[in-house]
């Protein structure tokens, strides 16, 4: 693409008589050109990700419909290992080439800057999905030992440590309790095993970002934020916006916006406009939302758990665009203040509602396990909690209550953080003197160092987002 | 401010170097109830033990050495540690023939489903307290990875997890220090702390289906089997003990255990499903074992003291129709007989505290041998 581009600027250069038309048959011409080298890049890319992600899942899927149809065959396997966090870096790759195709940066020529983009070590596990245009100038300038960067990042990789050995690893048993056994739980261990799951994910994913940020940051190079509370979100639609926030932008960027405004998506908005006057309108963003969605929900993985749980938020967002001027009108009549503390409590506990069917649905090893499990919640006869099947559910007692105590801390943190929005935690602890700063870390280290689960006494477990 | 910063950059390290230093200290022990039940096997006057129990945490909780004593004669000791892995085992039983040569060597096959996995971070309370020896050595190596292995060359690492038990070290420390080198009264059994849970009935999965194991399961089972052949001069009675499956994993685990046990016959081995006396027929009357999911369980894997009562009962029974069958004498020298005699009625009070707090309900009623040792002792 670059070359194209230096081809066109070098024509257009080189005959300045030519006229009007003919630079445009020219310009066309390039273009074209440009938009199939862009296609088969990111054919090639989404290939690879296809093959080794998600080919056996559309071969048993094919296989069992043909068996449905009555044509038995011996079953297909393809014994392929997945590399590490592809996901992440086809899409910060497939990225970089649209960003180069809409002009939004230059090709980069030497291909181990690119290769060092594309694979640089902090984020290639889980992210965040960086943009060419927020790291290749931090990738190229020149880097000297900055004392604060260092001790910020290490800082950084610390509380990452926290969240990941002292939260997520001590809760994962009683998560992992409650999907393995769907079927004979109770609505009791139910909700504690997914509200378990819940801090589990974000301690999982939000530690091991911080830990990427944190490496990254010693070296003086600053990746992107991934997350920005997002447990304090009051509608699904901000919660997206504040949970894996380089995936959501990215399928923003490069998914919904260039859809929305496709020339598809203008005639359909037109044909809807026809039948469903304003709400017709929407058509466009609605089926630009139902895309995102699903692919988010593949993009997660090769399973129905995913697509559905894709198409579940899909949905929620659709229907809160479609029924907004009717909430609107509901509040006004009902004289309901947006603002008022008792609607925000509400809107917080629906939001958690909601997150915890997303979260069942998105864990759960079967979809039929995740309709149980939903059940379960509504059986509100079945609802006892024995000593006994607590103490099964979390596993281990002592790491539970380290993990629950811990979390209160994590919230306190992020709750700190949130307020101030202005400031990170980390300069407000730096102004602080010395013998507190020394005490706050030394606190969190030993926390990390006696409470933490590593070491042989412990089975380890990898990063949950390791997998996609 | 550039020299300040660069002594913190001293200091704090310092500081941390310090405290996991203190740490090592603090987390050095090992004072949990299986630790002792190893340890103190070595206490045990050699050649006085008929059978050796080995095998996992239903096992030790389930049979009472000195009740079986008073109720058969036989010696028996609960050479268990939690989970125990069938690797670990083949180990567990060659230390424990270096002390002792029991008639028949009783072993719970229920760790068989436990992956590698499981074998490196159960293995560790065995590993921990055994004497040092080229078995030792060598179980490390088989056991554990290299990486685990250099975890545990680092005292804070190995001992970590020991925070867990850090308000009862103190407690048990002069207890261990006292009586370290006298022979154990509990013979390695403890009960489980939750005393009693009723089983619901509807939630009990009976399988008697089989689900081969994988490889990577299977050549553990061979170790151990190809071990035991080696032993002419004792005989191996498998057993998958008796307990309930209530979960949809615990079911798919016993469909492999049965497997195991065919495998093992196959081998020319005695085996013994248990659990098949335990629920014979629901009607409690019709079960031969006599276990009522309404008072004989801690949990739904473990019995507790009634139900061990009964098992002991049973087991203790079955135990000497199988030496009958395999022309076994477990009769022993008069010394022998004193000895437990005295223990039994050492041990006696103890009983009788615990049948006392099972039956009132107590919550996180447990006692082990170090306890049994500052209490009664």
Redesign the interface.
Known sequence: MAKLDAKQSTYLQENPEIDREEKKKFKNSIRKKKKLVLVLTILFNFGILFFLKYANFFIFNFQSLFELCGWKQNRLVLNVILPLGISFYTFQSIGYLVDVYWGKVEAEQNVFRLGLFISFFPQIIEGPISRFSELDGQLKEKHNFD?KKVTQGMQLILWGLFKKMVIADALAPCVNYMF??A??INGAQTIIGTFAYLLQDYADFSGCIDIARGSSECFGITLPQNFNHPYFSFTIPEYWRRWHITLGTWFKDYIFYPLSISKFSIKFGKFCKKFMKNFGKQMPAIFGLIVVWLTTGLWHGASWNYVLWGLYYGIIIILGIIFEPLTKKIKEKLKINDKSKFYKAFQWLRTMFLLVIGRIIFRANTISDSFTLIGSIFDFKNYSL???EF??LVVSL??FIVAMISSIILFVVDLISEKHPEQSIRDMIDKKP?YKK?FI??SL??IV????C??????AIDFEYMKF | MKNR?WI??II?PT??CL??GF?NILLDFNYTEEDTRIKFYYNEPENSLDVLMVGPSTFRCGFIPTLCYKQTGITAYNYTSNGSPILTMRYMIEEALKTQQPKVIVVEISSVTNGS??T??RS?SFLNNINDSELKTRAEKDL?SKK?RQ??SVP???N??N??NIATRFMYEKAYQKHKDVQTYLKGYSNEE?KL?VINKD?IIKTSETTPLTTELITPLNTLLDFCKTQQNTKFLFVKMAKYS????MESLDRQINWAGNYIEENGFDFVDLSKFMFADDKIENNPMQIDTNSDFA??THLNYFGAQKFTKFFGNYLMQFANSKGIDFSHSQEVDDNWSQICEKTAPYFQLLEEKTTNNT?LFRVTELDFFKKYM
Request: charged share 15%.
């Open positions: 004392y393995d056994n079927l004979f024995t000593d006994t103490k099964e002592a790491p010395t020394y870390f030394l280290l030993l160092l006696i409470f933490g590593y070491g042989p006494s412990f089975t | 910063k913190n950059f704090f500081i941390v405290l996991v740490l996995d499981l490196e971070t560790q554990l685990v975890q545990i804070f690492i190995k970590h997890y925070w867990t939750n849970q939630k209530t979960t949809r994993t949990n739904e919550p």
